[in-house]
Every structure is written in C-alpha cells, then in structure tokens.
C-alpha cells in the first residue's frame, strides 16, 4: 500500500465521520426520527466525536447533541447520564467561536427542562466557563452564553443565585447594552429570570445599574425586546415597596403608558404587569400613577384586548381601588366600572371574570356613592347569576359571593336591590333586606315606591328564623308602614 492509498483510508474515514454528523444532526430536527436515533445508541456515537481531531465535526456533533436535548427531558438526561456535560465545559473554554455557541446550546438545551437538570449543568462547572462566554469578543458567542444563563437561572432562586455567584449580572448588563438586538432580548430576559425569584436577587440586578438601561429601552421599536424589558422592571418591582420606587425613580412614567398602546399583545400584557406591580404595594405609588393617567390608560387598554392579555389591567385597577376612598374614585372616574362590568359578562374563562367580580368588590366597598356606581352598570345581578351558576369555578363563586356582600353593605340605591328580594339566596338576601331596613326608616319616597313595586308584599312572603338578623331587618321594615299596609 502507497502511501497515496494510506491516506486516502484516512480521508475516506473523515468524510464518513463528516457525512455521519451531518445526517444526524439533520435528523435530530425531525421529531419522527428521533426515538429511531436513541435506539441505535446515538448518544455513545457522538460523544468521542466531541473530542475529533477536525473541528467542523466537533461543532455538528454538539450541534446534534443539543438538537436532541432540546426535544424531551429524557434525551436530555441520556446526556448528563453520557457524561458529555464535563466534556462540553471543558471545550468552552479552548475552542473556536463555533464551537463554543454549539457547546452553550447544548448546555441551554439539557437546563432548560427542569430544575434538576439545570443543577447537573451548575454542578459540572459550566457556570464559569458561560460567564467567560459572556465576555467573548463574537456577538453570536455572548448570545448562545447567555440565554444558556437565562435557562438555569429561570428554575430556582438557589439556580439564580449560583448564577450571581459566578458572576454573571454585570456581564448580562453590559450585554443589554450591545448593538445587536437579539443579545439586548436575550440578556434582558435573563435579569428577568434572575429577578423573578426574591428581593434580594431582584436588588442584586438593581446594585448592577441595570433599570436605567432597562427603562432607556422601553421605547425600542423592537417588539420582542419590549416586551423582555418590561418584564424585567416588572419582575424587580414586584418585590417590595423600595424595589418598586427604585423603578419608578428611573422615570419611567409617562413613557410606560404608550406602551399599553403598541400594537403587540405581550408588550401591552406586560406594560400592564409592571404597573400593577408597582400600584399594588401602597396608596402613594397608585396615587402617582393615577396623576401620570395611569388609570384611564389602562381602562383604555383593557377594553382594547381581549382573555389573558387583559387580565393585568383588569387586577390593576382593583389593586389601585383598594387602597383608598379617593383611589377607588379615580378608577370610577376613568370608566374603569363598565370596562369592568364588559369584562365580567363577555370573559369565557373562569380566572378573568373573578378578577374583574374581585375588582369591582374592590371599588364598591368604600361608600354609598361607590356601591352605587357599581350598581348602576347592572354588575349585581351578573355576579349573582355567576354566584349561583353551577358551572362556575369554586374560586368565581367565592369572588363573586364576597364583591355582592361588599358592594351590598353599602348599597343604598334600592332600585338596584329590589331584583335581589325575588332572586338571591338566603346568605345574601339577609344583607339586601338589611339595606332596605337601613334606607326606608328615613326615605318618604323610596317607601312609597317599596309598596307600589310589590317589594313590600315580598318582603311579608320571606321565611325568617325566629330570632335571626333577617327577621329583625324585617320587623324594622314592617315598622315603617301602617298595620294596614303590611297586612
């Protein structure tokens, strides 16, 4: 044998070697293939070509592997199980750029599915090498680093944490600060990843300086960047008081509220969340949403957008209504009450119409004029009917049960209370004809009108236990009337 011949054993060897990687990595996208692979022991094949001598079948051999992960938790268990990970950590730091966005998508793609095997990732050293990632001088390197970060960050504050440890948040700062749009995207959802867990990992991200580049971007035309951004502040302000004042100082009002206008969903959705997140935590923080039109924006906002979209918007308002009299007012007097009410009677889905029966509880509850702004929408009668359906969810039925008994204690409109004698159940009837024997002891007019409408023939038909609230709210009513007139 030439030695001509010798070496063309060894270049048919690499195009084998080559072709193989290739079809594998080919296949590996197609979910139809993919058990067929696992079975032919894929795993075991790949991982020597990890370690070849010829570069490009290192990068297609991690790419294959990462494709594979990234399809189910079990596959990517065959790789912690194949030992590939140290393997992979160890290349990292030695390899050229391709490499290294290849071994980082592996590592995204095994953390990504759980906690557990984010912990495998952490645990055989990948942490320092992505961190080093973070700082390489491709673009293209820092993007694959850092959304493999994000994945084990996203799981656990025990997660984040190693990933503050390792050092990773002023890098991922320095990262939304690059030119290139998809690193900003990336990086921003990471430090919301990393924020979402505690306050102290979310004060970790503030002490880095990250909101005044985070708010700077708010007005990015980038839809998918929008939407990281906002979900980052919103992650921060969720915390605590101070958290939130520390966003709300990197001014980001009134920009935020052109948002709830941006024509994508999620921008509008999480625009909503960072406020809500913000107005929930005192009267003060509302109060200064409510002098930047916090309020109308998003009434407006929620009768724009339809199911979960609106549902931030919708506990929005019933968190700024809570707080206070005068807060309350202010979402009445941005219409915030039959944006509410629509959304009661149009929402499908069980969670949302509870949101809007909580919020409405929450307006109505301060005083006769608010129970009477809630009453003259006709919400009453759909929260009883919802009440009392059926089919509704345990937790509707409680959100409802809770804002008619809130909005009633209250309520001195009768015209709104008189349906509720002919149909509400005995829990809520005492508190209706309560109301009444609170009104008509000093109303001339409305008792007239009690008897003219049938109200007070109603009354005489309840059944009341001897003894009970209901029967002495009756007798204080009966007591308003002359003998004759009640018989």
Same mark, same amino acid.
């Given at each position: 044998? $030439?030695?001509?011949?010798?070496?063309?054993?060894?270049?048919?060897?690499?195009?084998?070697?080559?072709?193989?990687?290739?079809?594998?990595?080919?296949?590996?996208?197609?979910?139809?293939?993919?058990?067929?692979?696992?079975?032919?022991?894929?795993?075991?094949?790949?991982?020597?070509?990890?370690?070849?001598?010829?570069?490009?079948?290192?990068?297609?051999?991690?790419?294959?592997?990462?494709?594979?992960?990234?399809?189910?938790?079990?596959?990517?268990?065959?790789?912690?199980?194949? $030992?590939?990970?140290?393997?992979?950590?160890?290349?990292?730091?030695?390899?050229?750029?391709?490499?290294?966005?290849?071994?980082?998508?592996?590592?995204?793609?095994?953390?990504?599915?759980?906690?557990?095997?984010?912990?495998?990732? *952490?645990?055989?050293?990948?942490?320092?090498?992505?961190?080093?990632?973070?700082?390489?001088?491709?673009?293209?390197?820092?993007?694959?680093?850092?959304?493999?970060?994000?994945?084990?960050?996203?799981?656990?504050?025990?997660?984040?944490?190693?990933?503050?440890?390792?050092?990773?948040?002023?890098?991922?700062?320095?990262?939304?600060?690059?030119?290139?749009?998809?690193?900003?995207?990336?990086?921003?959802?990471?430090?919301?990843?990393?924020?979402?867990?505690?306050?102290?990992?979310?004060?970790?991200?503030?002490?880095?300086?990250?909101?005044?580049?985070?708010?700077?971007?708010?007005?990015?035309?980038?839809?998918?960047?929008?939407?990281?951004?906002?979900?980052?502040?919103?992650?921060?302000?969720?915390?605590?008081?101070?958290?939130?004042?520390?966003?709300?100082?990197?001014?980001?009002?009134?920009? *935020?509220?052109?948002?709830?206008?941006?024509?994508?969903?999620?921008?509008?959705?999480?625009?909503?969340?960072?406020?809500?997140?913000?107005?929930?935590?005192?009267?003060?923080?509302?109060?200064?949403?409510?002098?930047?039109?916090?309020?109308?924006?998003?009434?407006?906002?929620?009768?724009?957008?339809?199911?979960?979209?609106?549902?931030?918007?919708?506990?929005?308002?019933?968190?700024?209504?809570?707080?206070?009299?005068?807060?309350?007012?202010?979402?009445?007097?941005?219409?915030?009450?039959?944006?509410?009410?629509?959304?009661?009677?149009?929402?499908?889905?069980?969670?949302?119409?509870?949101?809007?029966?909580?919020?409405?509880?929450?307006?109505?509850?301060?005083?006769?004029?608010?129970?009477?702004?809630?009453?003259?929408?006709?919400?009453?009668?759909?929260?009883? =009917?919802?009440?009392?359906?059926?089919?509704?969810?345990?937790?509707?039925?409680?959100?409802?049960?809770?804002?008619?008994?809130?909005?009633?204690?209250?309520?001195?409109?009768?015209?709104?209370?008189?349906?509720?004698?002919?149909?509400?159940?005995?829990?809520?009837?005492?508190?209706?004809?309560?109301?009444?024997?609170?009104?008509?002891?000093?109303? =001339?007019?409305?008792?007239?009108?009690?008897?003219?409408?049938?109200?007070?023939?109603?009354?005489?038909?309840?059944?009341?236990?001897?003894?009970?609230?209901?029967?002495?709210?009756?007798?204080?009513?009966?007591?308003?009337?002359?003998?004759?007139? *009640?018989?």
């Amino acid at each position: 044998m $030439n030695q001509r011949q010798v070496l063309q054993v060894f270049e048919q060897y690499q195009k084998a070697r080559t072709h193989f990687v290739q079809m594998v990595a080919e296949q590996a996208t197609r979910p139809q293939s993919i058990e067929t692979l696992r079975n032919a022991g894929i795993m075991s094949l790949l991982r020597p070509l990890l370690l070849d001598v010829v570069p490009t079948i290192q990068q297609t051999a991690a790419l294959a592997l990462g494709r594979l992960a990234n399809y189910s938790d079990d596959l990517a268990e065959a790789v912690v199980k194949g $030992n590939i990970l140290p393997q992979l950590v160890y290349s990292l730091a030695e390899q050229n750029r391709f490499y290294k966005k290849a071994a980082a998508f592996v590592l995204r793609a095994v953390a990504k599915h759980s906690p557990q095997l984010a912990q495998a990732v *952490v645990d055989c050293g990948a942490l320092d090498a992505l961190v080093i990632c973070l700082e390489d001088f491709d673009p293209g390197v820092k993007e694959a680093a850092t959304w493999a970060v994000g994945c084990i960050a996203r799981h656990t504050a025990e997660l984040s944490q190693a990933v503050v440890d390792a050092g990773a948040v002023p890098l991922l700062v320095l990262c939304i600060q690059e030119p290139e749009i998809a690193l900003k995207r990336i990086a921003a959802s990471a430090l919301s990843d990393i924020s979402k867990h505690s306050p102290e990992l979310a004060q970790t991200v503030v002490d880095s300086g990250a909101i005044a580049h985070l708010a700077q971007m708010i007005l990015n035309p980038d839809a998918k960047l929008k939407r990281q951004v906002l979900s980052a502040l919103g992650q921060v302000a969720k915390h605590s008081v101070d958290l939130a004042e520390m966003v709300v100082e990197a001014e980001i009002f009134p920009v *935020v509220l052109t948002r709830l206008k941006d024509k994508d969903d999620y921008v509008k959705k999480n625009a909503c969340i960072l406020i809500r997140e913000i107005a929930k935590h005192t009267p003060e923080l509302s109060q200064l949403i409510v002098n930047a039109g916090g309020v109308t924006a998003v009434t407006e906002c929620v009768g724009s957008c339809r199911g979960s979209i609106r549902l931030p918007g919708i506990l929005m308002l019933g968190y700024v209504a809570s707080h206070s009299e005068n807060l309350a007012m202010a979402v009445i007097i941005s219409k915030g009450v039959p944006q509410l009410s629509i959304c009661l009677s149009e929402e499908p889905e069980d969670h949302i119409k509870a949101a809007a029966a909580w919020a409405l509880g929450q307006i109505g509850r301060h005083t006769p004029e608010h129970a009477r702004a809630v009453a003259v929408t006709n919400t009453l009668p759909v929260l009883l =009917s919802l009440y009392m359906a059926p089919d509704s969810s345990e937790d509707l039925q409680m959100k409802c049960k809770k804002a008619i008994k809130s909005i009633l204690q209250k309520c001195t409109y009768l015209p709104a209370l008189e349906p509720f004698l002919y149909d509400a159940p005995p829990n809520i009837l005492k508190h209706v004809v309560g109301q009444f024997s609170k009104v008509l002891p000093h109303d =001339s007019k409305a008792r007239r009108l009690f008897v003219t409408s049938g109200g007070l023939k109603k009354i005489q038909e309840i059944k009341a236990e001897q003894g009970s609230l209901l029967e002495e709210y009756i007798h204080s009513i009966n007591n308003c009337y002359p003998e004759e007139i *009640v018989r």
